[in-house]
């Protein structure tokens, strides 16, 4: 959760009226928004990360306006084109591929509005974009910059330039080392040899994403009246939502959208696309879910008051809304609007005595033994992709793929858990050994089941190690096992073992393999252990 601070008077000025104190705080709060400190006339307000066009004044007074009905309904964003493009070039294949760009004209900043962009853009970054791992945000003043521009990969002893902040010249290796932002986000760059840059035409470097701008073309003042935004990263369609939450953010500051071409492997792409997205709804299905007898007009009237559009079973939703995934998210915004304060409790007529379920028990056990062995534990998300679960693993077990997939980062359900756990290592390398992680969760195949997993990494992980793991685990329950030499393309050749207890095969351990830590980025040797509870349960149940 991010907290924000908006001012009150510059939100009555946003919201055309003057509203009390009190009334402010009714209605941020009924949006979901928690209010967590006031002020005078600054309004500390918390905001979830499901919301991230939320995370500006601006956005939240363009919620308000709607909920409050000074202005129902969609908002519809208008272009036009600036003729000018952004060329991507080839290498930064595996280093930064992507970027969506555009343009803002006929802003008038002033030092609060310069604050409440780099607010924005700062919490965009620490949530939406996990830190600046998934995306990267660049404001640049316009008038500075000579087009077109290149998106490009540099040997990281060419670039040379002056770090927004600083009065001299740094080498890319310096800014790593002296700058905070370096020191706070190097280790995103770290493994690769060349890095990401924007230059102008005149070879004027804009930035280094995801580290920082420039002060010579990315510094915004008072003065900047249009501004060159971009966002890059990995995901060419989660970079497209981004930049739309930042410039709608921008419309509502009275700014122009000016659209540009940015041309991939010589194919031109004009951003950004502000066309509404559509969805169908089931009145009936809402109905149900909500314990209510809602006619059409009222479920059009509530969602409008949500700043959506309807008509004939199909909603219309804004770009900024990047968290309306499923028929549920719009369930949440009429219930929103319906007000929660109107539903009436029901006590259910069914009584029982409660009881936790054995098989938590069973999971709380294994995993309080686990953190007895000093693992932390984490928890990954069901969906992954096919890089990460096989490729990376240099393997090719059977999962099962989502027919509407929203991102090719979240395409697939996890058929294990061991490349969850490579990816929690890879993307915290740059913390202290040894690291030793465990998770317990659901994976998906013919049936569900559950399984634990854990990994070690340090110097002299091994064999040993993560066997004397499931020892612990299995001598605490009391139970003999077999195991036997197996080759798996993820572990080393001859250091990966199959364990079976009663005659079933339950899990399996072993060294990861040098080629799945190189592909993981990895420079550490890692061993690890993935044990189907589900089955381990029913062995003892016997």
Known sequence: MATIEISKKELETLLGKKLSLEIIKERIEMLGLP???????????????????????????????????????????????????????????????????????????????????????????VTMCRNRKKGAIGIYPLEKIKFPIHFKA??????????????????????????????????????????PVFLDSENNILSMPPILNSELVGKITPKTKDVFIEVSGYDLEFLKKVLNIIIT??????????????????????????????????????????????KENEIKLYLEKMGFSYSKGTVLIPPYRADILHEIDLMEEIAISYGYEKFTPILESFYSIAEESKFETFKDKIASLLSGLEFLEVNMPHLTNKINLNEKMNFNSEFMGLKNALSEEFNILRSWLTPGLMEVISNNKHNEYPQKIFEIGTIFGKEEKTRMACLTTH????????????????????????????????????????????????????????????????????????LNLTDLFDILKL
């Open 35 to 125: 209010i967590e400190n006031v002020e005078d006339d600054k309004i500390l307000v918390e905001v979830f990360p499901n919301r991230p066009d939320l995370l500006s004044q601006y956005g939240i007074a363009r919620a308000l306006r709607s909920f409050i009905g000074t202005k129902k309904g969609l908002s519809t964003y208008q272009t036009k084109k600036s003729g000018v493009k952004v060329i991507v070039d080839n290498n930064l294949k595996g280093i930064r591929p992507f970027t969506a760009c555009c343009i803002v004209k006929n802003l008038n900043f002033d030092d609060e509005k310069i604050r409440d962009i780099i607010q924005f853009q700062e919490k965009l970054h």
């Open 154 to 195: 540099m040997p990281k002893e060419e670039i040379k330039f002056t770090p927004l902040g600083f009065g001299a010249g740094m080498s890319a290796s310096e800014i790593l080392e002296d700058t905070d932002q370096g020191k706070q986000y190097g280790y995103l760059l770290s493994e690769f040899k060349q890095y």
């Open 249 to 294: 953010n921008m419309v509502e500051m009275k700014g122009q959208i000016y659209s540009l071409d940015v041309i991939y492997s010589g194919k031109s792409s004009q951003f950004p696309d502000l066309s509404p997205r559509k969805m169908k709804i089931n009145i009936n299905y809402i109905n149900k879910l909500l314990g209510l007898s809602l």
């Open 459 to 530: 110097g002299k992980a091994n064999f040993t190690e993560i066997k004397q793991v499931l020892d612990s685990i299995l001598n605490s329950l009391e139970l003999k096992y077999d195991i036997k030499d197996i080759e798996h393309p993820s572990f080393i050749s001859g250091r990966a073992g199959r364990i079976s207890v009663k005659g079933k095969e339950i899990a399996y351990l072993g060294e990861i393999s040098p080629e799945s830590l190189e592909k993981w980025s990895l420079e550490q040797p890692a061993a690890a252990l993935e």
